[in-house]
């Protein structure tokens, strides 16, 4: 991916010059980290993501020919679609786009055809909800375009049903929650039952503490058969305990002494500890002790690493490194299989942890990290 300036004045520009017009306005939808709660989305359960300042861009106007044209400054590439290609298992990047007005369609909006051009510095591949950042920018521009009156909770609903029904990734709605509904300085503890949603503040700063972001640059090539294989063994397990979701497993105990199968075993009691462990997340923030987290951060990802088996050698090494450098609850964060850690740092040393990091992955073989220091920003909205 192309790196591009990603403010709006540029991207503003980068419209008129493709096509010779102002645009009617600029949207954004950020990327995110999840802190804690991984997946439990598709189990009914609890998360605790909050939104990054990178984020896509859209620059969009109406067009009149009935036609979408999207354009990726960072792919350059541009894409034409009309409404009778809007045919679920589209292939390439525009599938996220055409996602979105296909589910808008579909839930029966009515929609005009629009230019659209976007640049993002979401790092891609990464576990950081680049899609679902397009997808809910791409929604905020048609919603306005259109004057759409969506609410937050049914955009991301929306935004969802792109990604399950038309691109075909069978995710929950984690993702999509975090672009819309998140707010700066604070983490969205979303239980994905109910719908409810509370702004809880994170204000690392009053700890004395940053976020470190670190991206292991490893993907693997199974992350989308291996994330259907676990939700379908928590569907699974489910069904054999009788309950409508791993949510509502009360007690842990008789409902692992119930089931036969080691790994289902092993997958159940993840997601079960993972739920306690967001929820008593959310007090240790409401209680503003963020320093405390680090034992619920540590405990995640060894539940990730050892129940779930979702880590790759990457993701432990960057982890074990990052912990024994004095960061806080270390942990990969997103679906896994490669992909970012995330840390608490004392403020001051994030440099420092990610260049150890860095150093033992030279000294493991391993290709070169990337790093960043997360800021709790804003969900979706209009920018100009
Ligand atoms: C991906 C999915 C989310 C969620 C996480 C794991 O990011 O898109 O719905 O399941 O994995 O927590």
């Known amino acids: 991916m192309r790196r591009v300036s990603n403010d709006a004045a540029a991207l503003a520009g980068a419209f008129r010059a493709r096509t010779g017009q102002q645009p009617a306005g600029v949207w954004a939808a950020p990327g995110r980290v999840n802190l804690i709660g991984e997946h ?46 809007l045919q679920p298992g589209m292939a390439g990047w525009q599938a996220y786009v055409a996602g979105v007005v296909w589910a808008l369609q579909e839930a029966g909006h009515r929609l005009g055809g629009a230019d659209l051009v976007l640049s993002s510095d979401v790092p891609t591949g990464a576990g950081l909800s680049s899609s679902a950042a397009l997808e809910c920018a791409v929604l905020a521009a048609l919603a306005d375009l259109n004057d759409l009156d969506i609410a937050g909770l049914e955009r991301a609903k ?53 976020i470190l972001v670190l991206d292991t640059k490893t993907s693997h090539a199974l992350v989308d058969s291996e994330y259907a294989a676990r939700r379908a063994s928590c569907e699974e397990a489910a069904r054999i305990l009788g309950v409508a979701a791993l949510r509502d497993v009360t007690d842990l105990d008789s409902a692992l002494e119930r089931l036969p199968d080691p790994v289902i075993r092993r997958r159940v009691r993840h997601v079960v500890t993972e739920n306690a462990r967001v929820l008593e997340a959310v007090d240790v923030l409401r209680a503003g002790r963020i320093a405390d987290l680090a034992p619920l951060l540590d405990a995640s990802h060894a539940s990730m690493r050892d129940d779930f088996e979702i880590t790759v050698p990457q ?70």
Do not use: K
Not at 163 to 174: C, D, H, Q, R, W
Not at 176 to 192: E, K, P
Not at 367 to 377: D, I, L, R
């Open 158 to 210: 929306l935004a969802r049903r792109a990604e399950n029904a038309f691109v075909g990734a069978p995710t929950g709605l984690m993702d999509q929650a975090a672009a819309t509904l998140c707010t700066a300085g604070h983490a969205l503890f979303f239980d994905c039952r109910t719908d409810d949603a509370e702004q809880v503040r994170f204000d690392t700063a009053s700890a004395s503490l940053e």
């Open 40 to 85: 439990t989305d598709y189990n009914d359960g609890y998360v605790m993501p909050f939104a990054l300042a990178q984020r896509v861009l859209i620059a969009a106007a109406p067009r009149h020919d009935g036609s979408w044209s999207v354009t990726s400054l960072n792919n350059h590439s541009t894409e034409v679609f009309r409404a009778a290609d």
């Open 315 to 384: 993701v432990d090494l960057a982890v074990e490194v990052a912990q024994a450098c004095g960061a806080l609850g270390p942990r990969m964060t997103g679906g896994g299989f490669g992909g970012c850690i995330i840390a608490l740092v004392p403020a001051g040393d994030v440099e420092r942890v990610a260049a150890e990091i860095a150093r033992s992955f030279v000294d493991a073989g391993y290709g070169a990290p990337a790093h960043f220091t997360a800021v709790p920003s804003a969900g979706a909205g209009r920018l100009q």
